[in-house]
């Protein structure tokens, strides 16, 4: 449990991380092309990078400040609908909502004829109509993701939120279907490995307690308690790695997906080629120009 714990932190806190970089290399971008460095009396633009800012999530919704995807989406996981909002298409909340409100509603409502019948099918709807809800929920993120407007294709911060979603979601929004089956095949090896060492794991659990009981009416089993003892402990260990895998392979593909939408634009011509040539010099503050040499590089 304090494994799993470990695991869990470490993912919460490498999304931020990554949805953080996001917001700052949008910024530093604004930053670089909108500022006028000779205008002494230029007030400093506020810092839209925050990883989530209230101000600028509602304000985005009042259409009074530019969206960013990442700060609409971390707040469209709480306030639902909000990406809908964004993109103007308010006649889709009447169905999120809908959706959602119907899910949880049939799950309160099973659930209580679970508890008064003590019948099976009960708890099973219950269940299936939260994870409708879920859905709902779910689906609600990534239709907003798919609305939102952007200049640029493929665009990072959308690819990032893409690879949250979904495991390769990101992937196929770059173009890049040939890494869907590593990923996708990376992960499912960890759940197989997961499921089969957890099955092992409670198998010789329960085998040690069986071993080490002192009731004298259960029934002792063939395997000593010492051997039970270590294969229980050899199967707990694999089991938390295969939950460390998952966890890995997760972050893996979150990163690929806005490191590649990134790339995208980059290229490098086969022709590298240095020059050095006189060129006229023009400081800002010299009174005239002045004869130097210059170095271009072409890639």
Same mark, same amino acid.
């Given at each position: 449990m304090k494994f799993?714990?470990?695991? %869990? &932190?470490?993912?919460? %806190? &490498?999304?931020?991380?990554? &949805?953080?970089?996001?917001?700052?290399?949008?910024?530093f971008k604004r930053d670089a092309f909108s500022q006028n460095y000779s205008d002494s009396t230029q007030t400093e633009a506020p810092d839209s990078s925050q990883l989530f800012s209230f101000r600028q999530y509602f304000g985005s919704l009042a259409h009074k400040r530019p969206g960013q995807v990442q700060n609409l989406f971390m707040g469209s996981t709480i306030f639902v609908g909000g990406m809908q909002i964004y993109n103007r298409q308010y006649w889709k909340l009447p169905i999120v909502y809908g959706g959602i409100g119907t899910g949880v509603g049939l799950g309160i409502h099973y659930g209580k004829q679970y508890k008064d019948t003590g019948e099976d099918k009960y708890k099973t709807l219950s269940t299936l109509s939260y994870v409708g809800a879920g859905l709902m929920w779910w689906a609600s993120l990534v239709d907003g993701t798919a609305g939102f407007k952007t200049n640029r294709h493929p665009d990072p911060g959308k690819a990032t939120v893409y690879s949250i979603l979904f495991p390769g979601l990101g992937q196929i929004y770059n173009g890049e279907y040939w890494k869907i089956p590593i990923y996708w095949g990376a992960i499912a090896g960890g759940v197989y490995y997961y499921t089969n060492n957890r099955r092992n794991y409670e198998r010789y659990k329960w085998i040690y307690d069986q071993a080490t009981s002192e009731d004298p009416t259960v029934e002792k089993p063939p395997v000593s308690a010492e051997n039970a003892l270590y294969y229980r402990d050899i199967f707990r260990r694999y089991?938390?790695?295969?939950?460390?895998?998952?966890?890995?392979?997760?972050?893996?593909?979150?990163?690929?997906?806005?490191?590649?939408?990134?790339?995208?634009?980059?290229?490098?011509?086969?022709?590298?080629?240095l020059r050095v040539e006189p060129t006229v010099i023009t400081p800002n503050y010299a009174q005239a120009p002045s004869l130097g040499v210059g170095l271009t590089l072409n890639f």
């Open positions: 799993r714990f470990t695991v %869990l &932190l470490a993912v919460c %806190l &490498l999304l931020p991380a990554v &949805l953080y970089g996001q917001a700052r290399d949008d910024q089991r938390d790695y295969s939950i460390l895998s998952i966890a890995l392979f997760y972050v893996v593909q979150i990163v690929d997906a806005n490191v590649f939408a990134y790339m995208q634009d980059f290229e490098i011509d086969d022709d590298i080629s």
